[in-house]
């Protein structure tokens, strides 16, 4: 964090540097070019009333530095110069400043200069015999300045690093120490500053989440104990009793019959608990695929037709072909169950009626029977995990109530819509309406 910060504070730092020198660099450029330039005109003036007095022995002696200053008569041949040797030099009628003095009594100009190898200023001034004087000095460039500069600007970018460094340090300090101050057993109450506020919350919904999970857990593992406990006794008990030769010969095949139920009663928990943990993580091993619900339903009515006509319910199937996008396996779970509870709950003598119907945009399926109905205050409850109805329990029904959750989480895998109508002594209606969409 700290060194981040460090490298943002840096980059500002010499953005602002930089932009301050080039603007600084412009003014001052401006600046001086203007002083250089009327410090110039001055002394050209100053020199060609000099020449004016004493003609050539005005340069007798003269020291120049910094300064060029040459003479030029009204051809432009070149009388004096302090930087070569005049009569080598060529003609300087050309030269835009002396063009400019010998029109109009005063000239200026810049350019580079071949003699001196520099940018010059140069400014020129007629006198009054028709000859022309003129002093030329080397103009300072912004490199020129810059480097006269340097050390102060090296200096200033050392303080500019230092301070960056400085400032990161103490804002990385200033971010993290609130950060690592936080309780975050109880995200909410923490009062750091409003941009990590989403984040509390997020860990608070996620800490809720973890608890809620974990009581569930805890919760099925009881309720899986507890199913398994009441069969294990009944094995174990009567598997004793035939192993202490303790039962008549006659006892022994309707006692196996209650072990071999029990086990059976082991089985299907299992395999329910194995089915609705699939549901729980989304059924991804599972494909949806073109398929019918009509067919689904004859292959679960015709596996439970056994046990129905056993406990003497007439079981019947209406409908027709009813060709939708789903998983056959969940399809099938969905009326078996349905239609299982129904021949369970239901007396002898009773009817569950089956019915697959295809609508324009639905696929409707509809179990009903005549049983005992389930009770108003049951009804929000018989979708939830291991809920059983009481009478379930006194009548010794089989059952491990989770028939109805794998129903509901079949259901929400295909978007589909389950009602309940029941009424004590009347009976009970499910349906399960299946929206004809692409997933479903
Ligand atoms: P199980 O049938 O194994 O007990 P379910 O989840 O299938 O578990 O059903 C939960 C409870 O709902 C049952 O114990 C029963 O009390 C009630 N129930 C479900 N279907 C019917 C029905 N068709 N008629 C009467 N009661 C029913």
Redesign the pocket.
Known sequence: MTRRLFRSHCAVALAVFLASVALIMGVLYGYFSRIQQTQLRMQTQLAAQGVERCGLDYFDGLTVRDCRITWIDGSGAVLYDSAADANAMENHLEREEVRRALASGYGESRRYSATLTERMLYAAQRLSDGTVLRLAIAQSTVLTMLLGMGQGLAAVAFIALLLSAVMARRAARRIVEPINALDLDEPLKNEGYDEIAPLLSRLDSQQKQLRDQTQMRREFTANVSHELKTPLHVISGYAELIQNGMVSQEDIRPFAGKIYDGTQQMAKLLEDITSLSRLDEGATDMRFERTDLYAAAASAVEELRPMAEKAGVSLRLTGGAAPMEGIPALLRSIVF?LVE??V??GHAGGTVQVQVELGPEQVLLTVR?D????PAE?QEY?FERF???E??HCKDIP???????IVKHAALVHHARIGLE?EPGKG?TVTVTFPLTKES
């Open positions: 169950n509870n129904g369970k709950y029977d049983g005992p109905g389930i049951q018989i809920y059983r109805g009478k379930s059952g491990t109530g989770l028939g109805l959750s029941s009970t």
